[in-house]
């Protein structure tokens, strides 16, 4: 029993990125009609957000110390970051520690604005050309994100740790009853799990009790119409891919602790994404959280040592092999509407 | 001629002379001169534009004629390279065992992924044949097979070569120990002439693909041509209205994926017949995802396109990436220096290892501007030029042009 919920436990942090990509990328399909292959590479901005406001909150300045001599006999130097010279020692080094739940809030104006600027200056000009077309030309701004981002970052990845409160792991079975030690769960991917939750209970209730979010819905099931009751409705769905981008965008932001962020780390999660959007069912919500979440499970199932001895290497194929079967025996995904995406 | 009508013969005679002649025409500078650089006459860069040629040929007659994206034609790459190199380790270095089986091994795959594939279209294919692709490359790359059958199937990560242990039972005690067509050593050069500064390689590797891929084109050109590429290009317009007027379009989309995958498994063949090395990474979707790339920046749907964006990619992944930033300041030297600098400073992003860089954004630029690719480009050029007098007084309210997309190309 232990071990069946560690192995769910295992699947939910990776199955919360799959989740809120493909959220993002089913909310964009779901609005605009266009398949945003760059996707991925907004994740990994947002991931690069978090680095770079680690990397502003980190500037220093470097003061020689002539108490302090290096073993030439030289003075010292001493680096101290900007923000501890600001703020006293304690409540600077804190703020550096803690820039990994600060870059949310750094990210999402950045990411929010990098949306609206993508659909207005690009997206908005292929509506009406094909799907491979759309496919295209964001596979080609995919290649450029990923390439400025690596000029600017270099190759390797970069680690950004979480704050010190956080590292390390807990005890998760002794909370629910189990034995001492039989469910070891790290305290980050908890919390990523947690966050994740929010963000999609909140895009959730946004669309379902709100106006604004009453009129989306209405748009995504009759773009025209709603257009034609005097309601500006491409602005309202550029807000939603704004908001897309930035939920693709917190999703990376908060992954970097739990792995290094590189630049091709997009392309990796877009390609799964992808399959994780037409498994939960093209322009379904609900499908797609779910179909992350369950993928994301099931992958971990399958790198269990006893799974792994009958069949040798299923994790790494297993999410591909649902996608095949779940899409020959439900065209539709596992909560796709009718008559969205079937020429 | 051929069975082509006569434009069709002259056109191909002349792809066959700029084939045959290639390494003189891409050898224009002289050896030692500045320029000499740009140079791409050298065998292995020409094998290449003549094997992704093969490869970028095949995915057309797929998506160029249907409309159908694959994701995923890379693992038939994989596959054909595999294949030739079971045959070296098995039969011997004679590349003429390893060629049909891997057109034919590739086209078996093919087949199995289309019946599954194929029973969707759009972006649901788009997905399958990644997930297919993907697939293939995670069980060749960790050698997967190879565990069920208790031999090495692919032989992991390191890649499949040959070792002094395989059998090789048909290799004779003159025979040479490296790729060879009855003899014909791949990497030799047959004639080396320096004619005046200017140095030309004539390699056998390069011609053995150069006649392959002419015959390549050759069926491709005929495929087009014929009712059955006609009917490819009807399903690609409109697939709805084919089944509606009680036509079965399976089997067509089937035998164009099947060719395709063919004509990828051969490319990966001839890729292995070069060099006997076959590797995982050959499949992986960003492979698949750069014959998208030459089809479309070249013209998906013409003849000449896919051919043509397959060269200029790798070209430019070969010489536009040694470009680094003394050869720049080389360039730029005759400008006042604080101008040279600031140009050189601009430039560097875009050259040496960002060239990728400028490959998305020349993608980009592509796909927005230019649907029907760089043989577009050249035919409004030319157009340009001519200045067509009829169009002149036509009325665009009363003759509106039908605007083509990169997944609707109707032209050659």
Redesign the interface.
């Known amino acids: 029993m232990d071990a069946i919920l560690l192995q769910v436990l295992n699947g939910l942090d990776k199955g919360s990125a799959y989740a809120l990509i493909a959220l993002g990328l089913t909310l964009i399909f779901g609005t605009l009609g266009v398949?945003n292959f760059a996707h991925g590479a907004l994740f990994m901005i947002g991931a690069f957000c978090a680095v770079t406001l680690s990397r502003i909150l980190s500037f220093s300045f470097e003061v020689l110390d002539e108490t302090q001599k290096d073993f030439l006999g030289n003075p010292l130097k001493v680096k101290t970051p900007y923000v501890e010279s600001w703020f006293g020692p304690e409540v600077g080094a804190s703020i550096i520690d803690w820039a990994v739940p600060l870059a949310i809030l750094f990210s999402i104006p950045i990411m929010v604005a990098f949306g609206f600027i993508m659909e207005r200056g690009?997206i908005k000009?292929f509506y009406k050309?094909?799907?491979?077309?759309q496919?295209?030309?964001t596979?080609?701004?995919a290649?450029?994100l990923?390439?400025?981002i690596?000029?600017f970052y270099g190759a390797n990845p970069i680690p950004t740790p979480a704050p010190d409160a956080f590292k390390g792991s807990f005890d998760f079975g002794l909370l629910i009853g189990f034995a001492e030690n039989a469910i070891i769960y790290p305290y980050w991917r908890m919390i990523y799990f947690v966050f994740s939750l929010l963000v999609i209970g909140g895009v959730f209730a946004f669309l379902q009790f709100t106006t604004f979010g009453m009129v989306v819905r209405a748009g995504m099931a009759d773009r025209e119409t709603v257009g034609l009751l005097g309601i500006n409705i491409d602005r309202r769905f550029t807000i939603m891919f704004g908001v897309a981008a930035a939920v693709a965008g917190l999703a990376g932001v908060m992954y970097t602790p739990i792995n290094s962020p590189n630049y091709h780390m997009g392309?990796d999660f877009l390609?799964l994404s992808?399959?994780v959007v037409?498994v939960g069912g093209?322009g379904s919500l609900p499908g797609a959280v779910l179909a992350g979440f369950m993928l994301g499970i099931l992958e971990s199932f399958a790198s269990m040592n006893q799974i792994k001895s009958i069949i040798?290497?299923i994790d790494?194929?297993i999410i591909?092999?649902i996608?095949?079967i779940i899409?020959?025996t439900r065209?539709r995904g596992l909560m796709g509407r009718k008559g969205v995406?079937?020429? | 001629m051929f069975g082509l009508s006569k434009t069709d013969t002259r056109f191909l005679l002349i792809v066959i002379c700029l084939t045959l002649a290639t390494p003189i025409l891409l050898q224009p500078f002289p050896e030692g001169s500045g320029l000499a650089q740009f140079n791409a006459g050298y065998p292995d860069l020409m094998q290449r534009f003549a094997i992704f040629g093969i490869f970028a040929i095949g995915f057309n007659i797929l998506f160029g004629l249907t409309g159908y994206l694959s994701f995923g034609h890379a693992a038939f790459l994989g596959v054909g390279s595999y294949s030739v190199v079971w045959m070296y380790k098995l039969l011997d270095y004679n590349v003429l065992w390893g060629l049909p089986l891997a057109i034919v091994v590739s086209g078996v795959f093919a087949l199995l992924i289309g019946i599954v594939s194929l029973r969707r279209t759009g972006i649901y294919f788009s997905i399958l044949t990644l997930a297919f692709a993907q697939m293939m490359f995670v069980i060749s790359y960790s050698d997967l097979l190879g565990r069920f059958v208790g031999t090495s199937i692919t032989n992991g990560e390191t890649g499949l070569q040959v070792y002094t242990s395989d059998p090789q039972v048909l290799l004779g005690a003159t025979e040479p120990n490296v790729p060879h067509l009855f003899g014909i050593v791949m990497r030799e050069n047959f004639w080396q002439p320096n004619i005046g500064g200017w140095e030309f390689t004539f390699n056998n590797g390069y011609y053995f693909c150069a006649v392959i891929a002419i015959l390549a084109f050759y069926l491709s050109l005929r495929i087009f041509r014929s009712p059955f590429g006609m009917m490819l290009r009807a399903i690609k317009t409109n697939q709805t209205r084919l089944n509606y007027t009680g036509l079965n379009t399976r089997p067509y989309t089937m035998a164009a994926f099947v060719i395709s995958g063919m004509y990828a498994g051969l490319a990966g063949g001839l890729l292995a017949a070069m060099d006997p090395l076959a590797g995982a990474e050959r499949m992986q979707w960003t492979a698949s995802g750069e014959v998208v790339l030459m089809t479309i920046l070249g013209g998906a749907g013409t003849l000449m396109g896919p051919v043509l964006g397959a060269g200029f990619i790798k070209y430019f992944e070969n010489i536009f990436s040694k470009i680094n930033d003394n050869v720049l300041h080389g360039w730029f030297a005759w400008m006042p220096d604080g101008l040279e600098d600031f140009i050189v400073t601009i430039l560097h992003p875009f050259v040496g290892k960002g060239w990728h860089l400028t490959l998305g954004i020349l993608f980009m630029l592509v796909v927005i501007f230019l649907p029907g690719g760089l043989v577009e480009g050249g035919s409004r050029i030319m157009h340009f030029i001519k200045r067509d007098r009829k169009a002149k007084g036509r009325d665009p309210e009363h003759h509106p042009e039908h605007i083509a997309y990169v997944a609707e190309k109707e032209e050659f």
């Open positions: 398949v690009l000009h050309r094909p799907h491979a077309d496919i295209l030309v596979f080609g701004l290649i450029v990923q390439e400025v690596k000029y392309m390609v992808f399959v037409v093209m040798p290497g790494q194929i591909y092999l996608a095949i899409l020959l065209p995406m079937e020429e």
